[in-house]
């Protein structure tokens, strides 16, 4: 039944989206043929007390210490193997399967109506690598449901490239990216759903001017400077910090499988979530908690002031 008051998708359209009835359009062909993912259950795991806001070191291949169903959000961005230092020298189809891995892992986890953010770039050019289109396809073979993807425009701080290929000439021009992407899934449900008793421990904390702003398919976000914070391919904190407002509710538990420099970890709990993560390397660990220890004691003045 159409919403009173409300838009009907038409030939040519329509401004109105609130109370939109699509109907029309999801009962299309186009939409009829497609293979909704859906999950039964709405059972939710706890997650063992040791392991609330703690980095694993280990392989997020296998998240042995997480029970199925138990957590709310994934936002990461995964090594892109691409020779830098911390990455391994895979090849494409390795590359994938470990990804495949750990994002089935990821789908085990989270509960029903959990969502999954993936930022990732394309590589190379000779031939041009399509990294996003390859795990959008990955994660629906998985099992999850796919929300849709933000362009993350880098901006003035994109690395200012100068491999123009044949300059000015029709020869052989080169496009020089100055973006990344964010995928969306969904396991399950698009909505999340709370229990009466969660609803009062669960709350939204974003604001309206930020809801129009940031459900708009593209980001202009600073890159973070590796420098800065020691580690070869950080993500600037306002990303993580975006996800976690428009994804999830205070007191959820964010998951990081390639957790790095501790950024999501650090958005988190600014944000008064919980989080946990894997890395493999020791000296990134210690680095994150040391950022996650100073992001706790801001948090603590933050906190004291509102």
């Not at 609330?52 to 990461?76: A, G, K």
């Not at 964010?182 to 709350?203: A, H, M, N, P, V």
Request: aromatic residues 10%.
């Amino acid at each position: 039944m159409p919403t009173l008051n409300g838009t009907k998708t038409s030939s040519f359209g329509t401004n109105g989206r609130i109370n939109h009835d699509s109907s029309k359009f999801y009962d299309s062909k186009l939409y009829k043929e497609l293979e909704i993912k859906r999950v039964v259950s709405d059972f939710v795991n706890p997650l063992p007390p040791q392991y609330f806001n703690s980095i694993i070191h280990s392989s997020c291949t296998t998240m042995n210490e997480i029970p199925d169903n138990s957590l709310h959000l994934m936002i990461t961005s995964p090594p892109y193997n691409v020779s830098k230092e911390y990455d391994d020298d895979l090849s494409l189809k390795e590359y994938l399967n470990l990804l495949k891995s750990v994002f089935s892992e990821t789908y085990r986890v989270l509960v029903n109506g959990g969502r999954a953010c993936i930022n990732v770039a394309n590589l190379g050019r000779k031939p041009y690598i399509p990294l996003s289109d390859y795990i959008s396809n990955m994660m629906i073979e998985i099992g999850f449901n796919m929300r849709g993807e933000i362009i993350w425009n880098k901006a003035a701080s994109a690395s200012p490239s100068t491999a123009w290929g044949s300059w000015q000439s029709a020869a052989n021009p080169i496009l020089r990216d100055v973006h990344e992407y964010i995928l969306i899934f969904s396991k399950g449900s698009y909505r999340r759903e709370r229990t009466k008793d969660e609803i009062k421990e669960k709350f939204n904390t974003i604001t309206k001017e930020q809801f129009m702003e940031w459900t708009k398919s593209i980001w202009i976000i600073n890159a973070e400077s590796a420098k800065r914070i020691g580690h070869p391919a950080p993500f600037p904190e306002e990303l993580p910090n975006r996800l976690i407002q428009l994804y999830s509710f205070v007191g959820d538990i964010i998951l990081d499988p390639f957790i790095g420099s501790g950024t999501t970890a650090v958005a988190a709990v600014k944000a008064k979530r919980n989080y946990i993560g894997y890395d493999i390397n020791k000296e990134y660990i210690k680095l994150a908690n040391d950022r996650i220890k100073l992001a706790c004691q801001e948090t603590k003045t933050l906190f004291a002031t509102n």
